[in-house]
């Protein structure tokens, strides 16, 4: 299993415009492709106008497939530029946890947790 935590650090004041559009638009694009949605979030603390969306993937291969499937949808390319002013760094990072992580195969192949 795998994690792509896509973090965007947005123009001063504009999390509100965004987390809106996304909600009202782009998330459910996203989510019939990209499948499992692990969180969304948005800086209260530390460094501000941050927003973290986090994935989950079978695997890397998943992970492509997905992604593709996501860039080839008209719906999604429509829904970009109402996104893409908004956000002035972009970051990605696919991240793989630990065997003792609650997130991890190996955990749930234990059972460690109920």
Not at 36 to 50: K, M, Q
Request: glycine residues 4%; charged residues 30%; hydrophobic residues 40%.
């Amino acid at each position: 299993m795998f994690y792509e935590i896509r973090t965007y650090r947005l123009k001063n004041g504009t999390i509100p415009q965004y987390l809106k559009v996304v909600e009202e638009e782009g998330i459910e694009i996203q989510k019939s492709h990209l499948g499992t949605l692990v969180g969304y979030f948005f800086s209260e603390i530390g460094t501000i106008n941050e927003i973290v969306h986090i994935w989950a993937f079978a695997s890397l291969d998943d992970r492509e497939a997905r992604r593709q499937r996501l860039l080839a949808d008209p719906r999604w390319q429509a829904f970009l530029p109402k996104i893409r002013d908004l956000i002035e760094v972009a970051e990605n990072k696919i991240m793989k946890p630990a065997n003792f992580s609650p997130r991890s195969e190996a955990h749930w192949r234990h059972k460690a947790y109920p």
